[in-house]
């Protein structure tokens, strides 16, 4: 990977960790091993970088780990041979990555359902899209490769349902409306999505369900899906999901992470070409919180 210094002044390690993916302590490492370069030259991570400067840093090769079955609840809405459709509880990670190894909803799905759709390889076996850790609600699992392809298609062709409900700050002017603005990296903060020129179409439709006067309870249709999208198209006209640490304000509803429930998902069976749809309720914090808007 190659990177050119857009802005000077910054330390290596904290720059490289700004424009990649990896963590402080990670790029801190890269860099004591070796694999990041300067102009060509091993640095230090206090180095100050300049405007014009090619940091070139190898990619690490992934990491071979024999991800295990694990005995974890979740909340299996409908299975058949094909597919199943899961409830994912709020604060648990979809797939393991860098940190999480164990207790993904994947280790879960190696035990309960043991038959998984091999196309995203061992890491991600029957995922066919994913919710944020702190987002609750729907998402479909393909138990077979065929099944996989099938629904992976017509989410790129955009025909699946995709619903969420959410609680956002402020009341919106209008009832209903459609943001259309395209999503790419953030390019002041690598670790964050935003509207952005270089970014790919994003299209959110939103519908509102109730006001609460500083806030509102919204239901917000994907018509793409791109990573963070509800969260990054609501904040960007002024009323971010309460309580996104990413996104949002600090002063905000109290919780365990953003208000933001995957409710309705509707797609086509890949096998009998059913139309099927299903809804899963908010969580209890979720609901708690409505209530306690309610009566204010």
Do not use: W
């Amino acid at each position: 990977m190659e990177l050119i210094i857009q802005e000077a002044g910054s330390r290596l390690d904290k720059t490289l960790a700004d424009l990649t993916d990896l963590t402080r302590s990670q790029a801190n490492n890269e860099i004591k091993k070796g694999s990041v370069l300067v102009n060509g030259q091993v640095s230090k991570a206090k180095y100050s970088v300049k405007i014009g400067d090619l940091i070139t840093y190898q990619l690490p090769e992934e990491e071979m780990i024999d991800y295990q079955a694990e005995d974890l609840p979740i909340d299996i809405i409908y299975e058949d041979k094909d597919l199943a459709v899961i409830n994912k509880a709020q604060g648990m990670v979809v797939h393991p990555s860098a940190g999480h190894h164990s207790g993904t909803l994947v280790n879960a799905l190696l035990y309960h359902i043991k038959d998984l759709s091999s196309i995203n390889g061992k890491v991600r076996p029957g995922i066919v899209h994913r919710i944020d850790k702190d987002t609750s609600g729907l998402l479909m699992v393909a138990k077979n490769d065929l099944a996989h392809q099938a629904l992976a298609e017509e989410l790129k062709e955009k025909k699946s349902l995709r619903q969420y409900v959410a609680i956002v700050h402020g009341n919106l002017p209008n009832d209903r409306g459609m943001i259309e603005a395209p999503i790419g990296r953030s390019e002041k903060d690598r670790k964050k999505q935003a509207v952005t020129s270089k970014g790919k179409e994003a299209l959110t439709r939103f519908t509102v369900l109730e006001r609460f006067g500083d806030f509102t309870l919204l239901e917000l249709t994907l018509e793409t899906g791109r990573t963070h999208q509800i969260r990054v198209h609501m904040a960007y006209i002024g009323h971010p999901i309460a309580g996104d640490p990413l996104y949002g304000p600090r002063k905000t509803l109290s919780g365990k992470g953003q208000f933001l429930h995957a409710k309705t998902l509707g797609f086509t069976h890949p096998s009998s070409q059913e139309l099927m749809t299903f809804t899963a309720d908010v969580p209890e914090i979720f609901q708690q919180t409505l209530d306690q808007l309610r009566q204010k």
